[in-house]
């Protein structure tokens, strides 16, 4: 016997006389608890970062031990299992390492880990390594591949497709945002005997090579991934869920799903024009040289909204309208008393989802002083802000959900989203909420604010309320044409001596062009592509924050159509059938984060416990938490006379938000035997 596997074999038998009671035959084979949380065992990498932060947004609990920390605690068997109640338990149903041996292959730290696995049937993940012999795959220089993965085309393979990766389906290509950049490097390696290819690309010579496959040895089970990542890479991302499947052996806390939806703000309303000589918006406070009397302005037709509802069928998808009914009614009196747009939309109004976007599209926050650029909030003459009052936010509220009702429009009273997110705080100039929103939203039975993702991710409470976040779409709201759409883009991303503002150069957030973008080509060459790049990577990462643009966007060239049609497409082509987008509504997306944030905070006070014991799984959480859960097909969750089905299908599994059924204290599920 080598001395490595010698000295596991020591280990291994230590470990089990700890964890397994002695109290004769029936006790040695009592079946072992194994604790739902993941041990992470960090070394600072992008890769095991990535790997963090898939358990976190899906809600996976883990514990972090910190190899640069000199004073983290020893791997070994008391580590790693104890035994609670008489029976052995492990305190990790999966470990994620940087590589296949971080403590040193000979250490008593891996050796100690290795036993642990083989006694419990742990797996482990080793986030990025190369490939070797030592984790079941021929070296690259035989017949194998490495280099920048950037542009290349891999493939799921059928046992990737069959197990942990069955929510993919087409090919999986790495990115390659920019061509003077390697962004993704690996090594694909030709498996050995005890590996299981799950992804995998062609090779000189004839064949394939692995760059993920399932190296089982010893006793264990690795999955061996072979590329460099971070967590904001497609290719990750696409891939995270079923590494976490695997690791997890498909039954874990948390769940995730393919969020997209997309709100169409100002519908009925107008939309400023961006004025590319000028390069400034007519009534916008800082357009020099604006007169006020700009009358061009963009807004929908019937006949956009006919195409509107054509692409939706042909889509199969679903627009938020987020409408202001005041402003339709005031461009309906300028007009001779007819509305054409109106009439198609209020016609088709079944079709479409509606949110209340106030009646007039006011600004609701202080009361905003002109007189200087940029504006500030005006005051009396003892110095106080003066504010939009509670019962004038209260009737644009009131006025245009009563205005939807009688046009027979179907329309939730808990959802609003205020024009420019206002009411609640803007940065600098009014760095707190208008103290009349709460009072107004609880007059109008809100429940669930829209507010700018890009200013404040995180939801938060505002009164009774709690607000969404919202993604702004990088297609303003300004322009009609991909020209105008062109000369803004250039002008904001641009440096001064191209002709731009310079922002993009003073602002240490954002980077400058490397030269103007053609404006005959520029929206469907780069911004197209890019924001649907930007939207996608949202999606494959279980965000459920809407994303909005503006009804400008469907009017004259639509320029949102590209976008959309570009993000379904890709997402069609790689995700499989069992993995559809999920296009929450607005109340919906306020739900989960709520209930996120809510576990979130239990699991990190240490208040959730969960684990399984053979085919039974229990988690109890604090009395008012819903628990995410995920689990194999065919699983059943106890009641309290009987079992039901639980959950719903998504990718593959069966995952659910879930307490505890009446009169009882835990849930508890039934897995499948097979």
């Known amino acids: 016997m080598p001395r490595t596997a010698r000295r596991a074999a020591l280990v291994a038998a230590a470990l089990l006389a700890t964890v397994v009671p002695t109290a004769g035959p029936a006790a040695s084979a009592t079946v072992p608890r194994i604790d739902l949380t993941v041990l992470l065992v960090d070394d600072g990498s992008t890769t095991v970062g990535a790997i963090a932060d898939e358990l976190r947004a899906t809600g996976v609990p883990y514990r972090t031990l910190d190899l640069t920390d000199p004073d983290r605690p020893v791997v070994d068997a008391g580590f790693l299992s104890d035994t609670v109640d008489g029976r052995p338990r492990a305190k990790y149903q999966g470990v994620v390492l940087p590589h296949e041996a971080p403590f040193g292959p000979d250490s008593a730290e891996q050796s100690a880990l290795a036993a642990y696995e083989s006694a419990f049937g742990i797996p482990q993940v080793d986030a990025y390594t190369w490939a070797h012999p030592g984790v079941g795959l021929d070296w690259t220089n035989e017949g194998g591949w490495s280099g920048v993965l950037d542009g290349v085309t891999a493939s799921v393979t059928a046992a990737g497709r069959a197990g942990p990766f069955r929510h993919l389906d087409g090919p999986l290509t790495f990115e390659d945002n920019d061509p003077a950049i390697s962004e993704s490097y690996g090594y694909a390696g030709r498996p050995r005997a005890g590996y299981t290819s799950y992804l995998d690309l062609p090779v000189e010579g004839g064949g394939r090579a692995s760059l993920i496959g399932e190296y089982a040895h010893d006793g264990r089970r690795e999955l061996v991934v072979t590329f460099a990542y971070n967590r904001n890479q497609r290719q990750f991302r696409a891939l995270a869920r079923g590494i976490v499947e695997w690791l997890t052996q498909g039954v874990h806390l948390g769940r995730s799903r393919s969020y997209f939806s997309v709100h169409v703000d100002d519908v009925f309303a107008p939309d400023a024009r961006w004025n590319t000589e000028r390069n400034c918006t007519p009534g916008d406070f800082d357009c020099v040289g604006d007169d006020g009397q700009d009358g061009d302005v963009i807004r929908m037709t019937a006949d956009d909204a006919v195409y509107a509802a054509a692409w939706q069928k042909s889509a199969g998808f679903t627009l938020d309208m987020v409408y202001n009914g005041g402003q339709g009614e005031q461009w309906k009196t300028a007009h001779g008393g007819t509305d054409p747009l109106a009439a198609r939309l209020i016609a088709d109004r079944a079709q479409y989802r509606w949110v209340n976007h106030t009646y007039t599209h006011p600004f609701l926050g202080c009361v905003q002083d002109t007189s200087a650029v940029p504006w500030q909030c005006a005051e009396d003459t003892a110095g106080n802000t003066l504010w939009t009052s509670r019962s004038a936010i209260s009737a644009e509220i009131r006025n245009n959900h009563n205005w939807a009702v009688g046009k027979g429009i179907s329309v939730d009273r808990s959802e609003l989203v205020t024009g420019e997110h206002s009411g609640l705080k803007t940065l600098p100039q009014q760095p707190a909420d208008n103290p009349n929103l709460a009072g107004a939203l609880a007059d109008n039975g809100v429940k669930w604010l829209a507010s700018d993702n890009s200013r404040e991710p995180a939801q938060r409470t505002v009164g009774g309320s709690k607000t969404v976040p919202?993604?702004?779409?990088?297609?303003?709201?300004?322009?009609?044409?991909?020209?105008?759409?062109?000369?803004?883009?250039?002008?904001?991303?641009?440096?001064?001596?191209?002709?731009?503002?310079?922002?993009?150069?003073?602002?240490?957030?954002?980077?400058?062009?490397?030269?103007?973008?053609?404006?005959?080509?520029?929206?469907?060459?780069?911004?197209?592509?890019?924001?649907?790049?930007?939207?996608?990577?949202?999606?494959?990462?279980?965000?459920?924050?809407?994303?909005?643009?503006?009804?400008?966007?469907?009017?004259?060239?639509?320029?949102?159509?590209?976008?959309?049609?570009?993000?379904?497409?890709?997402?069609?082509?790689?995700?499989?059938?069992?993995?559809?987008?999920?296009?929450?509504?607005?109340?919906?997306?306020?739900?989960?984060?709520?209930?996120?944030?809510?576990?979130?905070?239990?699991?990190?006070?240490?208040?959730?416990?969960?684990?399984?014991?053979?085919?039974?799984?229990?988690?109890?959480?604090?009395?008012?938490?819903?628990?995410?859960?995920?689990?194999?097909?065919?699983?059943?969750?106890?009641?309290?006379?009987?079992?039901?089905?639980?959950?719903?299908?998504?990718?593959?599994?069966?995952?659910?938000?879930?307490?505890?059924?009446?009169?009882?204290?835990?849930?508890?599920?039934?897995?499948p035997t097979a």
């Open 470 to 671: 919202r993604h702004p779409m990088n297609v303003y709201y300004n322009v009609g044409t991909a020209a105008e759409m062109t000369d803004e883009y250039n002008w904001i991303y641009t440096s001064r001596a191209d002709g731009g503002s310079g922002v993009c150069e003073s602002n240490p957030a954002s980077t400058c062009l490397p030269a103007p973008l053609d404006p005959a080509t520029g929206y469907a060459d780069r911004i197209v592509p890019q924001e649907a790049r930007t939207a996608l990577s949202h999606i494959v990462a279980n965000d459920p924050r809407p994303h909005y643009v503006h009804q400008s966007n469907l009017a004259e060239e639509r320029l949102l159509y590209p976008v959309l049609d570009r993000v379904l497409a890709d997402y069609r082509a790689l995700f499989a059938d069992n993995t559809p987008l999920v296009v929450p509504r607005h109340r919906d997306v306020g739900a989960e984060l709520d209930r996120r944030a809510a576990w979130e905070k239990a699991v990190a006070e240490g208040r959730v416990t969960a684990y399984r014991v053979g085919t039974s799984v229990t988690v109890k959480a604090p009395s008012g938490v819903t628990a995410p859960v995920t689990v194999p097909e065919g699983t059943r969750k106890q009641l309290l006379l009987g079992t039901a089905v639980f959950g719903s299908p998504y990718a593959g599994a069966r995952s659910d938000w879930t307490t505890p059924e009446p009169l009882q204290t835990a849930i508890t599920l039934k897995l």
